[in-house]
Nanobody
Framework: QVQLVESGGGLVQTGGSLRLSCAAS????????MAWYRQAPGKERELVAD???????NYADSVKGRFTITRDNTKNTVYLQMNSLTPEDTAVYYC???????????????WGQGTQVTVSS
């Protein structure tokens, strides 16, 4: 089994910053892409940013220049640094990772439980 545990969410004022972390643990041979998604009330879950095992990144247009995704492969951890937050960033943020549990197995997609980010105006 693989577990993804997120931390770092909370309440912040407009213009503030937060740093989310997501640590993967359990039966892990390797991790391919890791990503952050978010889901606001009444909206569909959307991709915020992703990062390949080699460090290539991709961002949603709405967060480019404000958010930075990084990862530490030695810790199986992905981070999301969020700056210049606005109320439109309010959502539950979910971590996702494509994990190979054992050598020769397929990659499987795993999700964290989500962490709430609330930005007040």
């Amino acid at each position: 089994q693989v577990q993804l545990v997120e931390s770092g969410g909370g309440l912040v004022q407009t213009g503030g910053s937060l740093r989310l972390s997501c640590a993967a643990s359990g039966k892990i041979f390797g991790i391919n892409a890791m990503a952050w998604y978010r889901q606001a009330p009444g909206k569909e879950r959307e991709l915020v940013a992703d990062i390949s095992s080699g460090g290539s990144t991709n961002y949603a247009d709405s967060v480019k220049g404000r958010f930075t995704i990084t990862r530490d492969n030695t810790k199986n951890t992905v981070y999301l640094q969020m700056n210049s937050l606005t109320p439109e960033d309010t959502a539950v943020y979910y971590c996702n990772a494509n994990v190979r549990p054992t050598i020769g197995s397929f990659f499987y997609s795993y999700w964290g439980q989500g962490t709430q980010v609330t930005v007040s105006s």
